[in-house]
DNA sequence: GTCTATAAAAGGATAGAC
DNA sequence: GTCTATCCTTTTATAGAC
């Protein structure tokens, strides 16, 4: 019970810290977002933030882990389609700091050595897979066409995603979904087949 | 002619200091690369790089306007449509500090009140603009389809351009050019005109 | 134009008390 | 688990000599 308490009390803070991490970093950027502000949030200090996550690179991979594992509770399955990764977007749009975090972060992480780049290649590796199943059910369903490459349809709809989020943090009047859904109605109907087979 | 001297000397050393920039960017990041770093390699003291450029900001602001510049000079013609493209991202292989700065810069940049905010910006309308006017020319000579929609199809092919940089310095292997190719006979041989128009 | 010297700040991380 | 205190590094930028 007491222990029962400690681990509840612990990952309640813990859960608190990814939070305030994603405020700071919705308002200065992740390079400009230091541990004492994000632990000021939760009324700690930055020695106390530091018990809860060894590095600060943990406490940014461990905020984008989370978000990928909501995601996919309540976005993603297989038989979902392309829906899935629409909903993903159109969620995205209420979560500016997340955004920033994964596109900033991400871009900084391709650096060799970097400790978080291990990370983006396997999530990037993990995204694909996840896409690639979806464009599957999508073929099976008879919503597009059996001859497309899905890896490379995948790679470039993951691209778009990325490249078009960073349009939108310049430029948020942009609407994401929309022109990923458009997107996607073009892989869709395409006649693509004899050239991207 | 002593004056003379003084300015092709400054404007030489000015150039050499891009080209250092660009080789730390490359190995280390730009979140990383120090200005006493990038001083060093040219033989100066970070306070003489300081002489040459007010801030960090305005040197990294400077590399990639002298990119564009070249790249402009070396590669851009309306009468050469979508192949102008695909020989910058050809040449961008070549250098890959430049595309380190470009996408970890922009990222960053996005932030509200950062100095690069306006460039970027101003460099993303830019380049929207250029490659509407190629895609017309395309057009123009029948090799795409009238009913597209150009702003539309001009801002996915550069959030995909931008997107396959990141996977790329991720993954060198990655043929950026051969990947923007397909999407470009892609959206050319399309039926997409009734969806995208 | 370049250097020396220094400011002045901020950052991440750690040790040890409680 | 959290704080205080502190360390140590690194960074950009400036002042003034040469």
Redesign the interface.
């Known amino acids: 019970m007491t222990r029962r308490g400690q681990y509840a009390k612990g990952a309640a803070k813990r859960a608190e810290i990814l939070d305030a991490a994603l405020e700071v970093v919705a308002e200065?950027?992740?390079?400009?977002a230091s541990n004492r502000e994000i632990a000021a949030r939760v009324g700690l200090t930055q020695a106390g933030l530091m018990h809860h996550f060894g590095t600060r690179e943990e406490l940014f991979i461990e905020v984008l882990r989370a978000r990928d594992q909501r995601d996919l509770e309540q976005f993603y399955a297989p038989h979902r389609g392309f829906q899935g990764l629409l909903d993903v977007i159109a969620h995205n749009v209420t979560v500016p700091g997340l955004v920033?975090l994964y596109?900033?972060y991400?871009?900084?992480a391709?650096?060799a050595g970097?400790p978080a780049?291990a990370f983006?290649?396997e999530r990037?590796a993990w995204v694909r897979g996840l896409l690639i199943e979806a464009l599957q059910q999508e073929q099976i369903e008879e919503r597009m066409g059996p001859e497309l490459d899905l890896p490379?349809v995948a790679?470039?709809v993951?691209?778009?995603?990325?490249?078009?989020q960073?349009?939108w943090?310049?430029?948020p009047s942009i609407d994401m979904t929309a022109?990923l859904a458009?997107?996607w109605?073009?892989?869709r109907?395409?006649?693509?087949p004899?050239?991207?087979a």
């Not at 200065?28 to 400009?32: V, W």
């Not at 993951?158 to 078009?164: E, K, R, S, V, W």
């Not at 109907?189 to 693509?192: G, L, P």
């Open positions: 200065h950027g992740c390079r400009k920033r596109v900033e991400s871009a900084e391709t650096i970097h780049r983006f290649e990037f490379f790679d470039l993951i691209a778009a995603t990325d490249g078009l960073v349009q943090l310049l430029d022109r458009r997107l109605e073009g892989v109907a395409s006649s693509w004899t050239i991207l």
